[in-house]
């Protein structure tokens, strides 16, 4: 076994916050998922019909929020709850990484709106606004606007709490309070989410804080869990086992406890998940992920009219393939002008901020 640099360290101690890039690969595999399955959609789920993976595309949210438990675990364990200053800093920083291209996201859609006379049609009302300015659109019944945005509201929610999961999670010098959170969490989801509405459907209201805390809870005990492990071909072998079970197993908290699984896994992994998820080209991917997640919606409205207009939403499995692959490639090319044009720019101006703003604040 190797030393996976940036993730060995005692819990408890101060973990180093180095990259780590299969981790960042595996976004990349979330965010096309998700796309993917849209996409799809819009040609007439032609794919999924044919290939069930397709289908259940919308479990790529659920490895967003169990890798979220875990990066900012591994990140942020102990600098965020060192004091009321430091928890400022994270949520700051926090705010910096989603909120600049979710407004943006958000202006795109009203100006696109706006031109073609659709306010306050369907699930274009002027009177959501104010929640998706204050990121709690994912507290209402119904989505509307930017519909995957309302994840972001709820990552919100768990950056809020999130000293709360590491008082119960990761302080604790015995494994049994951990195992106990993570177990009710997984089985409020259960209960309110998935016995209610399903995985898919549970991004709102009590089935949408469910799912978050559960899963970010996950990630977090993850963390808690493999901090001190080394890396190994063995974890390869587990997460690809795990990643495929997803796709596997009937019931949903199996598919939940098995993304629980991956994601850990793929942290401590050594061979070829390593390098394929660390491969240039999947964490480049991974880095503009968030911004494939963010501006897929807005593109898809327009490339929807496009598929209507040519007939492309009725197109035979392998016909539909190509027409998502070609749609996929323009998402990912708009995803990168919106990292590297709004993303960054926006972020490193927060950043430069940050010192003179929690100066002002420092207790």
Not at 65 to 83: D, E, K
Request: aromatic letters at 12%.
């Amino acid at each position: 076994m190797t030393t996976n640099p940036g993730f060995v360290g005692a819990v408890g101690a101060a973990a180093p916050a180095g990259e780590i890039r299969q981790l960042t690969g595996l976004r990349a595999v979330a965010a096309l998922m998700v796309l993917i399955l849209h996409l799809d959609q819009i040609c007439g789920n032609a794919i999924a019909a044919a290939f069930r993976p397709v289908a259940l595309g919308f479990l790529g949210v659920d490895i967003f929020f169990v890798l979220s438990g875990f990066i900012l675990a591994h990140v942020y364990a102990v600098t965020a709850t060192a004091s009321a200053r430091d928890y400022g800093i994270f949520l700051w920083r926090r705010f910096a990484r989603i909120y600049p291209l979710h407004i943006a996201m958000l202006a795109v859609l009203f100006v696109m709106v706006a031109a073609r006379g659709l306010l306050d049609t369907n699930f274009w009302n002027l009177s959501d606004l104010p929640r998706h300015l204050l990121l709690l659109q994912a507290w209402t019944h119904e989505l509307s606007w930017n519909l995957p945005a309302w994840s972001i509201s709820a990552e919100w929610a768990a950056y809020v709490c999130f000293p709360a999961f590491i008082v119960l999670i990761v302080r604790p010098t015995n494994i049994l309070l951990p195992l106990i959170v993570a177990a009710v969490t997984m089985a409020a989801f259960g209960v309110m989410g998935i016995s209610q509405a399903g995985i898919a459907a549970s991004f709102s209201g009590t089935p949408a804080a469910s799912r978050i805390a559960c899963e970010f809870s996950l990630g977090v005990l993850g963390f808690r869990i493999t901090s001190s492990m080394r890396v190994s071909p063995w974890a390869d072998a587990a997460a690809a086992g795990a990643f495929l079970s997803i796709f596997l197993v009937p019931a949903g908290l199996l598919q939940i406890a098995a993304i629980a699984v991956v994601v850990p896994a793929v942290a401590l992994s050594a061979g070829l998940v390593r390098r394929l998820l660390a491969s240039r080209i999947c964490v480049g991917l991974g880095i503009i992920s968030y911004s494939i997640y963010m501006v897929h919606f807005p593109a898809i409205k327009v490339m929807q009219n496009v598929n209507e207009k040519f007939g492309w939403d009725r197109l035979p499995p392998a016909w539909s393939a190509v027409a998502v692959a070609g749609w996929c490639t323009v998402v990912i090319l708009i995803a990168a002008a919106g990292y590297f044009g709004i993303e960054r720019p926006a972020r490193v101006w927060c950043r430069k901020r940050e010192t003179t703003l929690f100066r002002l604040h420092a207790v």
